[in-house]
């Protein structure tokens, strides 16, 4: 490999576009799809944005999650690599540590079982829609929409009362928040962990019909751990998906072609959800491994102790994997994307979240099918500084 532009310093984050990833990851890309980058702590690691790259690196075992290992590729979170891990949060562990949480939860999370919970996610975002319609327009569809569903739905799978929403969103921002200091992250993960310890602790003496409770019945992990798989869980569960719906109604209201084909043709729905997955790929940074020994990937030697941080969203829109990905089009098979990540880390709640956003866009869309935005599209604000992308608000009319 050659280096034909000066070796990028630390990861791009400016967008120039709402709907696209910064334009230097598309020009890297096009350059070399794996590529020597200095991280913030002056670590010598690689940046990867192409698509065959990236997607083995996830699925292999070599490469680690773990955050002692790790070198932040911006400067913003140089510091949190020497952060203690919560207990129980597993996505920061290698196998087999890993999958014994893995294993015990993946059950939760079947297509069979998510198919279950339909008629829920309906009923739930019906009645969403009934209080927009009640409260009339012009409303902020993040607050009224995007992100009460798969709260309300996470909430009930966990056992976690909806009222404290208030609590576990201020927290979940916090922590997704790209300017908060060292201090800020460690006083909500505390603040979050401690609550969720403490409605574990609730659940041992009085278990209802939920994770946690089959957690502490099944007797495997301890009140700590699963304080640690519920804190995971909780974030995973509604800011993903919450933003996937913001974001997701904001490119189908400046596509009208694509969204009246979601809005129209239930057939075609499936489908243009995992476009949408695709194109917006809202992981805005990473993720990050590290090589346990020396591997070469796209002929390239990545050393053992070296860092690699995957672009998913340019990955995502790789011409040599998805032929004019830079334009959305719901009719394209999307499959394969890797907004949910590859390999054994791949999300746990991919089903439910697919389920939520198969039912939420076009409930949405026939409810209010004069829907539109209450302000220049160049208005929206945008999560640029958050660590998962998105609008922070979506004011709409109807």
């Avoid at 043709?265 to 346990?292: F, Q």
């Avoid at 860092?307 to 004019?324: K, M, Y």
């Avoid at 394969?336 to 039912?359: D, N």
């Avoid at 220049?376 to 999560?383: D, G, N, T």
């Amino acid at each position: 490999m050659t280096e034909a532009t000066p070796r990028l310093a630390t990861y791009p984050l400016a967008r120039e576009r709402a709907f696209d990833p910064p334009d230097e990851l598309a020009r890297r890309r096009a350059e070399a799809p794996i590529q020597r980058m200095t991280y913030a702590d002056g670590h010598e690691g690689w940046l990867v944005t192409g698509y065959a790259e990236a997607r083995a690196i996830l699925a292999d075992n070599r490469f680690s999650t773990r955050p002692e290992l790790l070198h932040s590729p911006i400067p913003q979170r140089s510091e949190f690599r020497s952060e203690p891990l919560t207990p129980g949060f597993f996505i920061r562990m290698d196998a087999p540590a890993h999958t014994r949480y893995r294993r015990l939860l993946t059950g939760q999370f079947t297509v069979r079982r998510m198919k279950q919970l339909e008629p829920r996610i309906q009923e739930i975002t019906e009645s969403r829609l009934d209080a927009m319609e009640r409260e009339g327009a012009p409303a902020d569809l993040v607050e009224s929409f995007a992100l009460p569903i798969p709260s309300l739905v996470i909430c009930e799978l966990l056992g976690v009362p909806y009222e404290d929403r208030g609590k576990f969103q201020h927290d979940s921002a916090v922590l997704l928040d790209l300017s908060s200091s060292i201090e800020e992250v460690r006083a909500a993960v505390q603040d979050l962990y401690s609550y969720l310890h403490g409605l574990v602790l609730a659940k041992a003496k009085e278990p209802a019909d939920d994770i946690l409770s089959g957690l502490v019945a099944g007797g495997e992990l301890t009140h700590e751990e699963i304080g640690g798989v519920g804190l995971l869980l909780l974030i995973a569960g509604h800011e993903t998906t919450a933003n996937m719906l913001g974001l997701g109604t904001f490119a189908l209201l400046t596509n009208p072609d694509q969204l009246a084909v979601v809005r129209d043709d239930p057939a075609a729905v499936e489908n243009a959800v995992e476009e949408l997955l695709r194109y917006l790929s809202i992981v805005h940074i990473g993720p990050t491994r590290t090589a346990l020994e020396d591997v070469e990937v796209g002929g390239c030697l990545i050393r053992a102790g070296e860092a690699v941080t995957l672009s998913v969203a340019a990955a995502n829109r790789d011409p040599e994997r998805f032929e004019g990905g830079d334009t959305l089009d719901v009719t394209r098979p999307a499959h394969g994307h890797l907004s949910f990540g590859h390999g054994i880390h791949q999300c746990l709640g991919q089903q439910l979240a697919r389920i939520e956003m198969r039912i939420a866009y076009p409930a949405l869309l026939r409810r209010f099918p004069n829907l539109r935005l209450a302000v220049p599209a160049h208005e929206v604000p945008m999560r640029s500084n958050m660590a998962i992308y998105g609008v922070h608000r979506l004011p709409v009319l109807w």
